[in-house]
């Protein structure tokens, strides 16, 4: 079956502990991305990678990483989580035809609580 | 200003009724316009996807892109309860480029 898988599903942690939320997907896709979801402000873009080693900055990179080493694989880390990213995180994949990324296929989300 | 705007609602129509869901958005370089639907607690699934102006339709699903007046909506004919979720609207300018969501528009069909 084609999907994105995340884990945790559910995450409670504490200001400053480092944490990795994992995205993986089996369908070959080139493109993935990182999103947070919190009220009133809809999606949000955090980080988004063409391919292999090419990450680039979404809408609100800041206290994230990412790193992209293989295909399938797309890790969003919080080197020093705080309060304010308290939220639901979705990764999405997508099949890049031409450079153009089209249908998004997204993940179940995590929801996170941080202390 | 948001690249993206989309009233939250919450709408509520009984079944049968013609829906109408909106987005205005502000970034002329937008070319690629996409509608998700998300249920509660699950992510977000693409029902529409439009490439510049223009019309697609798909079943019970009609999406509309205006481009001159920075405008798109998707139309949901002889709704059902099924259809009772949030829909997102989200667009790119394309290659490579980023993708920007509405807030969504929650929606309840009543039977």
């Known amino acids: 079956e084609a999907q994105v898988t995340q884990n945790p599903r559910y995450l409670i942690t504490v200001t400053g502990k480092k944490l990795t939320v994992t995205c993986s997907q089996n369908?070959?896709?080139?493109?993935m991305s990182w999103y947070r979801q919190d009220p009133g402000l809809g999606l949000r873009q955090i980080y988004y990678?063409?391919?292999?080693?090419?990450?680039d900055k979404g809408d609100v990179p800041e206290g994230y990483k990412v790193s992209r080493k293989e295909k399938r694989n797309f890790p969003l880390i919080l080197e020093s989580p705080s309060p304010n990213q308290t939220s639901l995180y979705f990764c999405?994949?997508?099949?890049?035809?031409?450079?153009?990324?089209?249908?998004?296929?997204f993940g179940p989300g995590t929801r996170l609580l941080v202390l | 200003q948001k690249e993206v705007e989309q009233d939250p609602g919450p709408l509520s129509v009984p079944e049968g009724a013609i829906v109408s869901l909106n987005c205005t958005y502000s970034?002329?370089?937008?070319?690629?316009f996409m509608w998700y639907r998300q249920y509660s607690r699950k992510g977000p699934e693409l029902l529409m996807y439009?490439?510049?102006?223009g019309n697609k339709e798909d079943g019970r699903f009609t999406a509309q892109v205006d481009k001159s007046s920075k405008y798109i909506s998707l139309f949901i004919r002889d709704s059902q309860p099924s259809d009772s979720a949030t829909y997102l609207c989200?667009?790119?300018?394309?290659?490579?480029?980023?993708?920007?969501f509405g807030t969504g528009t929650s929606l309840t069909v009543i039977p």
């Open positions: 999405a994949s997508s099949l890049s035809i031409m450079g153009y990324q089209e249908t998004q296929y």
């Open positions: 989200a667009m790119s300018a394309g290659t490579g480029n980023q993708f920007y």
């Open positions: 990678s063409m391919n292999v080693e090419v990450t």
């Open positions: 970034n002329s370089a937008f070319q690629y």
């Open positions: 369908m070959n896709h080139e493109y």
């Open positions: 439009t490439y510049s102006s």
